[in-house]
């Protein structure tokens, strides 16, 4: 072969070579195409991490077939680790599913058997808003109705009766035109359109805000509340931010609490329960509250972010210098601000942990004995860990109200 004749045999094999490696490929997925599934990660041993196990996860597992999209609020409840359920409300359509412990009923689907993945509560209208408790569970319907299923040790179905479990929604009677529902571990709250609190359950360390300590099977008002915007429960305390008002008084929102208050948690500078609400110290301009079972947080107007209560953990991020990493901190009676969380979006509190949405990343601290904090140990932090990297499609956290479990979606 001549050079010439090699040269143009060479020059059409390059051609066929850019021709070959210029194939297109597929284009990847638009982000807002992406739909990844809701996180968990903790404590699992009763099914409550959802990923189709009964095993603990100390780093974040994929809820099964729930994707983050499709859910408008997860809520998680439980006194503990061996009893951990959790509920999802869907973003449309106003379903629920629910997974985890089910030996009091619930997870409302008719049965009292765990659950490894989410499955629909049924005989329910649309919902928008829910709220898992100890060993029940409230929802909220379009209409203002509240319905209820689960332990009824102490009443706290609201239902007239008490001992009797339900493992099925029943209606609550009594309370028209409810805007938002909280559980706790032994009592349910629902604060009303004209701004009025309603509670009922256990009253025994004064969480039903009426002046007595005695249960009630029915829904009674809070007494002494001015108007509130919003409630929280802990495991046995309750909060409410009030409403702002006109004049003077507008955009002072103030929080109220009652119920128990062994570690602060009333937030009034003392260690004593009380069974009508009490001032929260020193805070002004409220946002949004947030309880856990022992300690609370509250989001300022402004970004600042205050904490008290249970701190033994670093729950509060304290940074007392007197206190070392091997060594339990100090309970706090009164609200103390906490510089590392202000400016967050969204945040919740646990059992003895706190987890946030911040700066497109999950944070977590405090206790971690199942795992909760996700960081891939069981080794408590009285600092943030940044656990996994938020994108576009993470909205929320949520964790465990005396359990030990971490949810994101």
Known sequence: MSPTARRTALVRLLAV????????????AAADEIQPTVTSWGAGIVGQLGNGTMTDSAT????????RGDVKKISAGGTSSENGFALALASSGGTVRSWGHNASGQLGNSTHAAQKVPVKVPNLPPIKDVAAGGEHAVALDEHGQVWSWGDNSYGQLGNG??????????RVQGMPGVTQVASGCDFSLALLTNGKVYAWGRGIYGQLGNGSRDSSTVP?????????????????????????????DAGKNVVKSW????????????????ATPVDVDWLEGVSTVHAGAWHNYAVMNGGAVWGWGHNQYGQLLDEDETFDGETYRTNRTAPIEIPELRNLTKLAAGAFHGVALKDDYVYTWGQNADGQLGDGSTTDSHTMKRVLHSDSSTTDVTASLGGNTTYTH
Do not use: F, M
Request: charged letters at 10%.
């Open 17 to 28: 070579a850019t021709a070959i490696v210029a194939i297109p490929t597929a284009a990847p």
């Open 161 to 170: 009766r008490n001992g009797d479990n339900r493992s099925v929604p029943a």
């Open 60 to 67: 974040p597992t994929a809820v099964t077939d729930l994707l």
């Open 259 to 274: 119920g128990y208050n062994i570690y602060g948690q009333l937030g009034n500078s003392s260690t004593a329960s009380s």
């Open 220 to 248: 009674r008002q809070v007494t002494g509340l001015p108007k509130v915007s919003s409630i929280a429960a802990g495991c046995h305390h309750a909060l409410a931010v009030t409403a702002s008002e006109d004049g003077d």
